[in-house]
């Protein structure tokens, strides 16, 4: 191959390296390798000697002209390299302000307490105290001020934890009562409380049932109180809760701590009572245990039951929400899992 010959294919070569460079780094070794000292222009330049005289300006010019296209061609593809790089490089530092901020996660009420809440605020709206019980109890408070003496059969409607024989976690809100009953003073005015909390029954936990659930215990004791004050109350509670156009029917059942004892039912909020499935076909949905204070839990809390008398309930909130909100497992509320909660963020 003649000295003119491998210049030009040096050329072409080179043409498309440059062409093909991606970075700085790849077009800076293409320059030292071939206008470096050590590179192949240097190299035919040096060769020159052995030629003929006439041919050496000849191939001389042509040498320099490749060796100007190749500088020429290398300082463009190094303009456009480095735009490149600096577009780059400010894209990566760039700060989108238009981009939505970082979510914090927000927590909300757990559903049932919400529940409380709000039927909480409707007795206190109606003068109610709000007591706090324990939910360890005394098997005196939880059963024999109530009503139920130590192997009346009376205490199998509710299985129960025992921590020893005397203590236990209470199977309903009601040892309450009694707690209040024994420290109201009278003197200052009739007793209107309402107790909410957690309580506990040895059962099988299934969709409808869990060792621990809510309750509400409502009391009101004073003279003259009848069960006309019973279900106006109760009426006032169910409107507030599912509709104004809601009503309450008491059906007779049986309390050891009542008497006489009611179930009372609420019209159905969803069909309004002509039968659906909530209601099953009946148009009316049971909601809470209830009745006339006991005369003997009332003298055993040491208030006159010739002179006064009472009603009490028991409500269950963890039964109003799965009602309200369509919940179909009660299990659901004490999951801990966030993304039930919080579809009810919103209520
Ligand atoms: N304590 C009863 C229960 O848990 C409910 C109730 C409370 C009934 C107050 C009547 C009066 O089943």
Known sequence: MSLQEQLETLEKETLQQIDNATDLDALNQIRVQTLGKKGPITEVLRGMKDLAPEERPKVGSFANQVRDTLTQQIEEKKAVLETE???QALAAESIDVT?????IPQ???HILNKIIEEIED???GMGYQIIEGSEVEQDYYNFERMNIPKNHPARDMQDTFYISDELLIRTHTSPVQARTMETHDFS???LRMISPGKVFRRDTDDATHSHQFHQIEGLVVDKHITMGDLKGTLEVLMKKMFGENR????RPSYFPFTEPSVEADVSCFKCGGKGCNVCKNTGWIEILGSGMVHPDVLEMSGIDSREYTGFAFGLGPDR???LR???NDIRSFYLNDTRFIDQFKGE
């Open 85 to 87: 790089a600096l577009n």
């Open 99 to 103: 981009l939505p901020g970082k979510q």
């Open 107 to 109: 927590g909300t009420r």
């Open 122 to 124: 409707i007795f206190v």
């Open 188 to 190: 200052k005015g009739p």
């Open 247 to 250: 009503e309450v029917r008491l």
């Open 320 to 322: 109003i929400a799965m």
């Open 325 to 327: 909100y369509g919940v």
